[in-house]
Antibody, heavy 129, light 107 residues
Framework: QLQLQESGPGLVKPSETLSLTCTVS??????????WGWVRQSPGRGLEWIGS???????YYNPSLKSRVTMSVDTSENQFSLILSSVTAADTGVYYC?????????????????????WGQGTLVTVSS | DIQLTQSPSFLSASVGDRVTITCRAS??????LAWYQQRPGKAPKLLIY???TLQSGVPSRFSGSGSGTEFTLTISSLQPEDFATYYC?????????FGQGTKVEIK
């Protein structure tokens, strides 16, 4: 059974960098046809897709966060990671990792995806001095 | 970005009730829509994808319908474990976006 587990600091100072890792068990980040994504949730912004990465390193990012986001994948460790730079209080929230199928078609903004499943349990990140 | 508006935002219902939640998209998204259930303190759980396909292991009392801009999630007979918040997600265009949620509470 595929399981995902987020890890990383629960407290980050404003203007610093948030760094999270998702460890996959019961499956492989090197799997064909599946992407690995990050979604965050906060009371003010609801659920927000951050971005997704394939084992080849191909990425799709939310344009609103693209300038601050870097994602990477380590197939030898069966992990993938999120880096979010220059954080502010607005980046406070619960961060989830999840798997989703490779989009059917992705070009010029149109990107036909299917679903996110399973999800990790989530990790709370607070941005505060 | 495609906006998803769920209605109602909150509903109060009894065990055994039939419940319908609507998700409206700001532009046509074909059938690229998923529904999730989230219980307090837990991650979202996939219920339905491609607007109407039931995820494996999800009870058949859950069903989805719609295409284009209007979609519905129906629970045919509400069970105690169904009291939760439900979200729709469009996967037609990046950024993939979510509705604001519908909280289903016990009457």
């Amino acid at each position: 059974q595929l399981q995902l587990q987020e890890s990383g600091p629960g407290l980050v100072k404003p203007s610093e960098t948030l760094s999270l890792t998702c460890t996959v068990s019961g499956g492989s980040t090197g799997s064909l046809n599946f992407y690995w994504g990050w979604v965050r949730q906060s009371p003010g912004r609801g659920l927000e897709w951050i971005g997704s990465i394939y084992f080849t390193g191909n990425t799709y990012y939310n344009p609103s966060l693209k300038s601050r986001v870097t994602m990477s994948v380590d197939t030898s460790e069966n992990q993938f990671s999120l880096i979010l730079s220059s954080v502010t209080a607005a980046d406070t929230g619960v961060y989830y990792c999840a798997r989703h199928p490779e989009p059917l078609y992705c070009r010029l903004g149109t990107c036909y995806g299917w679903w996110f499943d399973p999800w990790g349990q989530g990790t709370l990140v607070t941005v505060s001095s | 970005d495609i906006q998803l508006t769920q209605s109602p935002s909150f509903l109060s219902a009894s065990v055994g009730d039939r419940v319908t939640i609507t998700c409206r998209a700001s532009q046509a998204i074909s059938s690229y829509l998923a529904w999730y259930q989230q219980r307090p303190g837990k991650a979202p759980k996939l219920l339905i994808y491609a607007a109407s396909t039931l995820q494996s292991g999800v009870p058949s009392r859950f069903s989805g319908s719609g295409s284009g801009t209007e979609f519905t999630l129906t629970i045919s007979s509400l069970q105690p474990e169904d009291f939760a918040t439900y979200y729709c997600q469009q996967l037609n265009s990046i950024p993939w976006t979510f509705g604001q949620g519908t909280k289903v509470e016990i009457k």
